[in-house]
Nanobody, 127 residues
Framework: QLQASGGGLVQAGDSLKLSCAAS????????VGWFRQAPGKEREFVAG????????HYADSVMGRSAISRDNAENTVYLHLNSLTPEDTAVYYC??????????????????????WGQGTLVTVSN
């Protein structure tokens, strides 16, 4: 139901745009989030978007150099990452919340909140 893409091998300082395409029957109004998992580490929250689109939240590690957005016409969510460093190397996952929702501006930030997950796309940042 969610297909992540856009990963690859990039140089430190580069920018990247990750895409998360939802299947046609997946609601365009779900809260969505991006997570990442580096080798040997737990999956961590990166960025999230509320179901209304009015709320966004970013992890401290990407604050100020990332942006999450949604294109309802394409039913796709994007994550722009700038000024990449080797510490950004990870498998990036997109996810959605389909259960009972809180307010239109609420952003979910924990893995247990999300119940639909994409397959992940690998981002490798080299020096």
């Amino acid at each position: 139901q969610l297909q992540a893409s856009g990963g690859g091998l990039v140089q430190a300082g580069d920018s990247l745009k990750l895409s998360c395409a939802a299947s046609p029957h997946t609601s365009k109004s779900y809260p969505v989030g991006w997570f990442r998992q580096a080798p040997g580490k737990e999956r961590e929250f990166v960025a999230g978007l509320s179901w209304s689109g009015r709320g966004t939240h970013y992890a401290d590690s990407v604050m100020g150099r990332s942006a999450i957005s949604r294109d309802n016409a394409e039913n796709t969510v994007y994550l722009h990452l700038n000024s990449l460093t080797p510490e950004d190397t990870a498998v990036y996952y997109c996810a959605a919340v389909t259960g009972p929702l809180l307010s239109g501006s609420y952003v979910y930030t924990t893995t247990t909140d999300y119940d639909i997950w994409g397959q992940g796309t690998l981002v490798t940042v080299s020096n």
